[in-house]
């Protein structure tokens, strides 16, 4: 068997960029959708997954679809043909799980090629049909390549985040055999997808660039396809968006993007973040929106396609499709959707260096000089050597974090010495490093001179490294090998100046040196901006006469080598130049200090430099300065005497070296510093911490459920919303491991001493799912807690997971799953515990797991107690009162009641009442007239901007009847102040109220803005379309507007789109847009006035500031009136009239019974570019901030009153979802109560409904 593809299917698919690039540049192409879901819809069995070719497998084989393209091939072909008819251009093989890893679940490794040929097959006799069908829309075939069921950068034992369950090798020779096959079957182009580990990606995109090579043609076209897992905005593995866009840039890439876990909604900001990096193609094929609380997805195709459709106006793809959830009929909406839109362009090269960790480095103008800590070396750091000798790679990481948290953006690791084995201790410092994400968000710079030890950590980073060295003084050929291979692992190359004949010491050899070797890199396709030259940091001062020009040489090379190619970057390791004032670390310091100030200003970019004990040039010395200038700069011939005399006078000043100071958490209350070592994965200490909290809690499992459970529930919360993410998890469950394990001998006296057994819990994650992080936490905490856990791992057959609990005598059995078709197998688990008659409690948990689902499909399958654990801080709770004999019966009973009232209400729910359909409603609607005299035209279109409003034009025009219900005092201004009894108090609040307002209008302590818009405006169904001028060519915004549904009698179905006039009417009509603020200042006011201790003052500055936007609001909505609009004029309304309401028109806010849709505020944002113009942003629920800002609609027409939606209904829940794009739960959120949900009747109209 050969170990490539074929010479034919290496230069066909090589044939097939061309034409892809010329097409997506043409116009947006369309991806197909889900393959796992239509598979399932067919309920295939065992029998048909084996087939005749199978049917004597020892393993169980239902569930691995991508063996179905051997056996079941015409279950395959019918998918792709609904996605090739539904409009797709590209369409995905079935070989999603198709490397020799993934398979080894199954045991079907051996049928890889086979497999991977057979569904590219498939899928090229389905293209070749349809393109013969229409062959001037040509049909292509994407061989996909999975992320496997592995991570090459997550340990997968908490308590040794050195192993790896894969390694980098092994995923090339497995990604290499899946590549072979499904180009052999006629693949057109190779898509690397769901990447949640960035080094997985580069292993495939190593081994596809290898099989390439072997042929010696140009690669195929590849797409490399990403996921972000959760709220950080990062990759499983912890990566942003910029630095995995940054780890596979050196590959040429067809396209990158994103696919899977996310919705459309949830993807635009990380789908926008790469489409303004990546110069080549982006592709974009997020799920039918999140899973909902059953597991399935929700997005309708024309919701899906109307914000894929966003996508494309925007400009930010050129091939989209769709992933979990999707249809062919959502690729039919989105191919209609972005039919005729212009793709998007790609980012021209910006010629700035990239490299990265978890974090993106990027060397812009601006970063002056790029620190290289260089005391994670053993032969920069004796401490670090000393360390890394005696295995205690532990402590040596610390010399890592001292590193970057002293100022170092990239660390250099160099295992070079003669009694390590090299290969071994860098693989396990990286592999180590990698856990740690303090120190792994920036990249590493691969250091040895052992070409292997180099490529042995290159295999462990997922982010962009860089290689320290390469160099010419082994030949071209070895060069050219060596960066090749260099360029392969995705690295950029530090290049010595150093070749055949030796070292390069002055300008002209330099140059000559470096020149030469870009030449060669240019060659091999590296970037000028990839390459760093070291033009050899040498000794000076060393009472040799000819080393004396050695730092003013480089300098003066890194000038000429700069103006000769400007993008490439100079580096050094700048320790070398003071070697010989060892042991003086004040002058080594000047040294550095003095030496880094001129070859900056020349050009230097970067060096390797100890980050902690970088002096600052203009403090040092003027004396010491000026005698190490003189030195660096050769300036005059007895200049290393006369610095070597200053130093021995220096000597008594000691070494001047900075210390890291020890943190101040080391200061706080033993409690307080194992929270911390826990939020922040610090183990370091636990030796000295954990006896003394044992003394002060006096039992063990005392100090488990204190300080160290007050840890991991910080954890949770900070994982639950963003603000940490996975390395850092399971990092934080490793010191909680350690800590126990210190705390377990007395744990077990305490039992000894009488402590009950506290029972056995059984973990597994469910057959299908190779997801187990979170499962892994919950054990952690569980065995924290003093009870057995065994966890049976991943893709356990529900069959196993009772004969383990049967034999090990289980008093619970937990459940967990990921994935969506995890909740049908955790069902068939319930059911077949339910048929056997157990009873033990059973525990359901997972990312997609919900209360609601477990109430309605597990717990019915089965009668013992069925109890959904949300998260790992509950954990503890629900089995405590499981295993309790006094609370069990009672618990129980809670939940087994809190589980029929979801099941009663959620039938309760399928039925409306009282409420029109929403097609009746809108048959309901009012009817208006629309013509020249209820139409007015405002006097202009467009955003105005009104900086500072002047305070005291507000003071009049202040409503003070809400001031006084603000401070809970009823009664109506001014009569209030008279009220029997709370007018004393009234008049008393009002007088310091106006004293208060005195200061604010006076001292210009608040700032009041506002922002008007005009738009021309046409109701389309229940929305209003907004256009950019009269013309009505280029729509803005579609804004939904919500319609009364509510039975009563005969009275119209009202909805604020009403007030708009449709596209038939003869006049131009328009829709008025606002945002005022008075909230500038009034956080820091109040704050001080607290500070002070006085609550009732800031109190009265922010009920003030909220008055005063009122204020402002009313006023801009007169002049609106009156000038802007002018279709009032001048009024001689008193303020109470004002107040009253008594004009024309209507102002009605998002989230008010009008407009009870606080999305709309995105709109509104949008439009008026309220960030940039006012300073305001909108917080996740659509709260504004400063708080004292309003903002709303202006409707003009004579008829607009204002009145209250009232509950809605499902179809009309269905129908605002499906115009914002996104699923029926995020609608109702933001419409709160009036959701159909929450049960309520109609709120009345009346006062109280504006803005």
């Known amino acids: 068997m050969s170990t490539g593809p074929t010479p034919e299917a290496c230069a066909a698919a090589a044939a097939a960029r061309p034409a892809l690039d010329q097409l997506l540049r043409e116009r947006i192409l369309v991806l197909d959708g889900a393959m796992g879901t239509l598979i399932q819809s067919h309920e295939l069995g065992e029998a048909e997954f084996r087939g005749e070719q199978f049917a004597d497998h020892p393993q169980d084989l239902q569930g691995n679809n991508d063996l179905l393209s051997i056996t079941q091939p015409e279950v395959i072909a019918g998918i792709h043909r609904a996605y090739l008819e539904a409009g797709a251009d590209l369409i995905e093989t079935n070989t999603f799980n198709g490397t020799s890893i993934s398979q080894a679940d199954y045991g079907t490794e051996a049928a890889v090629y086979e497999l991977n040929r057979a569904a590219a097959q498939i899928a090229r006799r389905e293209a070749a049909r349809a393109t013969a069908l229409d062959p001037s829309r040509p049909r292509y075939v994407a061989g996909a390549l999975g992320p496997t069921n592995r991570t090459a950068s997550i340990s997968p034992d908490v308590e040794d985040p050195g192993a790896r369950s894969v390694s980098f090798e092994q995923l090339v020779e497995a990604y290499g055999e899946q590549a072979r096959g499904l180009l052999d079957g006629g693949a057109d182009l190779l898509l690397v997808e769901t990447v949640f580990d960035t080094l997985n990606a580069k292993a495939a995109l190593f081994a596809i660039d290898k099989l390439f090579a072997q042929e010696g043609v140009p690669t195929v076209p590849v797409i490399v396809s990403g996921t972000i897992t959760d709220a950080s905005g990062r990759t499983l593995s912890g990566q942003t968006v910029e630095a995995f866009a940054a780890s596979v840039r050196h590959f040429p890439l067809l396209a990158v993007g994103f696919n899977c876990a996310l919705g459309p909604t949830e993807l635009r900001p990380h789908l926008a973040a790469i489409s303004h990096l990546a110069e080549c193609f982006v592709s974009c094929y997020p799920n039918a929106g999140l899973p909902n609380e059953l597991g399935g997805y929700d997005l309708s195709p024309q919701a899906m396609a109307e914000q894929v459709r966003g996508f494309a106006e925007d400009g930010l793809v050129n091939l989209v499709g769709g992933c979990c959830g999707t249809s062919p009929e ?486 967990s799953g990921l994935i969506t078709p995890s909740l049908i197998e955790m069902e068939r688990v319930a059911a077949e515990m339910e048929r056997t008659g157990w009873e033990l409690p059973l525990l359901i948990g997972g990312a997609t797991t919900s209360a609601a689902h477990t109430a309605l499909k597990i717990a019915p399958a089965y009668t013992g107690p069925v109890v959904h654990v949300p998260d790992a801080s509950r954990a503890v709770g629900v089995v405590q009162e499981l295993l309790s004999e006094e609370r069990r019966a009672a618990f129980v009973a809670d939940v087994t009641e809190r589980q029929e009232r979801t099941r009663i209400a959620r039938a309760e729910k399928q039925a409306e009442r009282t409420l029109w359909s929403l097609d009746e409603a809108r048959k309901r609607a009012p009817r208006h007239v629309f013509d020249a005299q209820t139409v007015p035209q405002p006097s202009f279109t467009g955003v105005r901007v009104f900086d500072d409003y002047p305070l005291a034009e507000l003071v009049e025009r202040i409503d003070w009847t809400p001031f006084f219900a603000t401070w809970e005092l009823a009664g109506k201004f001014p009569a209030i102040l008279d009220d029997p009894v709370v007018g004393t108090e009234a008049r008393r609040l009002y007088e310091d109220a106006q004293r208060q307002l005195e200061q604010l209008v006076s001292g210009r302590q608040l700032r009041a803005r506002a922002a008007v818009g005009f738009f021309p405006a046409v109701r389309q169904g229940d929305s209003i379309e907004l256009f950019r001028d009269a013309a009505r060519t280029e729509t803005l915004a579609r804004l939904p507007m919500l319609r009364q549904q509510r039975q009563a009698g005969e009275r119209a179905c009202q909805s604020l789109a009403d007030l708009i006039a449709p596209p038939s009417a003869e006049v131009i009509d328009h829709l008025g847009l606002f945002t005022v603020t008075a909230g500038e200042g009034v956080a820091e006011l109040a704050a001080a006035s607290r500070e002070e201790n006085d609550d009732y003052t800031a109190l009265l500055i922010e009920s003030l500031a909220d008055r005063l936007a009122e204020a402002l609001a009313e006023r801009m909505h007169e002049r609106v009136r009156q000038e802007f609009w002018g279709y009032e004029s001048e009024s001689s309304l008193s303020n109470e009239e004002l107040i009253a309401e008594r004009y024309r028109g209507i102002r009605p806010a998002p989230g008010y019974p009008a407009c009870p849709d606080h999305r709309l505020k995105e709109r509104i944002f949008e439009l008026l570019e309220v960030p940039q113009n006012l300073g305001l942003h909108l917080t996740e629920n659509w709260a504004m901030s400063p708080a004292a800002s309003v903002s709303g609609f202006y409707f003009a027409h004579p008829a607009a009153r204002y009145f209250g939606v009232g509950r809605v209904g499902h179809d009309q829940l269905a129908a605002l979802a499906a115009a914002w794009g996104v699923d029926e739960a995020e609608a109702a959120r933001a419409i709160g109560t009036l959701a159909p949900e929450a049960g309520l009747r109609c709120a009345p109209a009346g006062r109280g409904t504006r803005a």
């Open 330 to 815: 959502h690729i039919r909406a989105m191919a209609e959707a972005v039919q005729g839109l212009p793709p998007r362009q790609p980012a021209e090269p910006d010629g700035l260096a990239r490299f990265s960790g978890l974090e993106e480095l990027v060397v812009r103008p601006e970063l002056n000089f790029l620190n290289v800590g260089e005391r994670a070396n053993v032969a920069g750091s004796r401490r670090f050597a000393r360390l890394i000798r005696e295995g205690d790679f532990a402590t040596a990481l610390e010399v890592a974090r001292e590193q970057v948290e002293a100022g170092a953006q990239m660390i250099d690791v160099c295992m070079d010495e003669a009694l390590l084995d090299g290969p071994a201790s860098m693989r396990q410092f990286l592999h180590l490093l990698a856990s740690e994400p303090d120190i792994s968000r920036v990249p590493v710079m691969v250091d040895s001179s052992d070409w292997g030890v180099i490529e042995v950590g290159l295999r462990c980073l997922q982010g962009r490294g860089v290689v320290n060295s390469l160099s010419l003084k082994d030949g071209e050929d070895e060069f050219r090998r060596r960066a090749t291979l260099a360029r392969r692992y995705g690295a950029a190359v530090v290049v010595m100046a150093f070749d055949e004949q030796g070292q390069a010491v002055d300008v002209e050899r330099r140059m000559e040196i470096c020149l030469r070797a870009l030449g060669i890199l240019r060659e091999l396709g590296f970037r000028d901006e990839e390459v760093i030259f070291d033009l050899n940091v040498l000794a000076v001062a060393t009472g040799m006469a000819e080393h004396d020009d050695y730092a003013r040489s480089f300098i003066a090379a890194t000038e000429a080598l700069k103006q000769a190619a400007p993008r490439v970057l100079v580096s050094g390791g700048v320790s070398n130049l003071s070697f010989s004032f060892r042991g003086l670390d004040a002058v080594r310091e000047a040294m550095h200090a003095v030496f880094l100030y001129h070859a900056i200003e020349a050009g230097m970019d970067m060096g390797i430099v100890h980050a902690g004990q970088l002096a600052v040039y203009s403090e040092l010395d003027p004396e010491l300065r000026a005698a190490c200038e003189d030195v660096v700069l050769n300036r005059r011939p007895d200049a290393a005497d006369r610095l070597i005399e200053m130093a021995e006078a220096w000597r008594e000043a000691g070494s001047g070296a900075r210390e890291v100071e020890q943190a101040v958490w080391r200061d706080q209350d033993v409690d307080a510093r194992l929270a911390h070592a826990l939020v922040h994965g610090i183990t370091q200490h636990l030796e000295v911490d954990l006896p003394e909290a044992l003394a002060r809690h006096e039992k063990a499992l005392r100090v488990i459920e204190g300080p160290l459970m007050d840890g991991m529930n910080i954890v949770g919360e900070l994982f639950g919303s963003g603000q940490m993410f996975l390395p850092q998890v399971v990092k934080s469950a490793r010191v909680m491991k350690q800590a126990v394990a210190w705390l377990q001998p007395y744990l077990e006296a305490d039992k000894v001493a009488g402590a009950e057994s506290r029972g056995r819990i059984l973990l597994a994650t469910v057959k299908g799912d190779v997801h187990d992080i979170g499962k892994n936490i919950v054990g952690v905490i569980l065995a924290c807690n003093g009870y057995e856990v065994k966890d049976l791992g991943v893709m356990v057959p529900g069959q196993q997971i009772l004969d383990e609990a049967r034999a090990w005598g289980a008093q619970i059995i937990g459940l």
